[in-house]
């Protein structure tokens, strides 16, 4: 279970989390779903130990990163990893892996099947394509086989077979009782894979609940109705405070109240209705309504956004990523080879 209490993150003048609690349950896959610049990286980085909270708590099963004894079996992470660099194979890199950490050359053999990286693992990961980059970072976060996943964006640039393994793999984990954490910007793809979802925008969580709440929550109630008296039904509706909007010819769009009620009024008024139908927003349509106000938008002309290490960024030192952590840096990636 990951546990974040009053977590914020402050870079300079930049509020990047600003003070969010929540709970990721096990037996789940949790999406964290936000817009570009959210704060989902960064808080996801904070649950690894990778930037210090400026206030506020995060633990894993009840302690910090750094205070577990054996964090590899604890939580694995595959962060930002758009590349891996290393010029040893994907198999050596593994190997050195599990063995800084105690963990049988069974379990590389283990990983390397379950990511589907056998007939490429003995090739130098340096010159992975990006699927197989993430595979190999995801291989990586499992090595400890943990019981607790963290994912940033692992689908980005997947093509759509990496998209369906990315989203079995998760599924099969949380079926074995295990947490998962995965965070995205695409709501398509969130609501295929995740129970439950933690939306983020601005650095603050604007929900908190499962799929079908989230739908439920965000979707104007709306019925369509088909009846040969549309003027009349509208003055009827329209009598008792209801929105009615006439789209097409004997059909009316009507707005805030459930299909009884205007099944009931179309009777006691003797208006025949051949068709009530709930109209309900998609998911996309509930996440663009509930982000639209919290979009952050950079300007790339002069540089794009500050690099992370920038003005006010917590002290990590060079390749100091915890085991398991898999990074897009070269640096970082040899740091935990050794
Ligand atoms: N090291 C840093 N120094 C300064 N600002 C930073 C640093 N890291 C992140 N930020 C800023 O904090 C905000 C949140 O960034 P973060 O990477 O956590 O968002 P995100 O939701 O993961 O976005 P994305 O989907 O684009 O990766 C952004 O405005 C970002 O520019």
Known sequence: MIEAKGLRKVYGAKTAVDGISFTVQPGKVTGFLGPNGAGKSTTMRMIMGLDRPTSGDVTINGLHYSQHKAPLHQVGALLDAKAVH?????????RAMAATHGIPNARVDEVIEMTGLTAVAKKKAGGFSLGMGQRLGIANAL???????ILDEPVNGLDPEGVQWVRNLARYLAGQGKTIFISSHLMSEMAQTADHLIVIGRGKIIADTSVDSLIESQSRKRTLVRTSETTRLSELLARDGVRVEQNERETLEVYGVEPIRIGQLALDNRVLVYELT???SSLEEAYFQLTKDEVEYHSHISGGPAAPGGPGASAVPDGASPAGVAANSSATMEGIQS
Not at 143 to 149: H, I, K
């Open 86 to 94: 290393t010029s040893r194979s994907a198999y050596n890199h593994l």
């Open 143 to 149: 090595l400890g086989d943990p019981q607790t996943l």
């Open 278 to 280: 709930p109209l309900t």
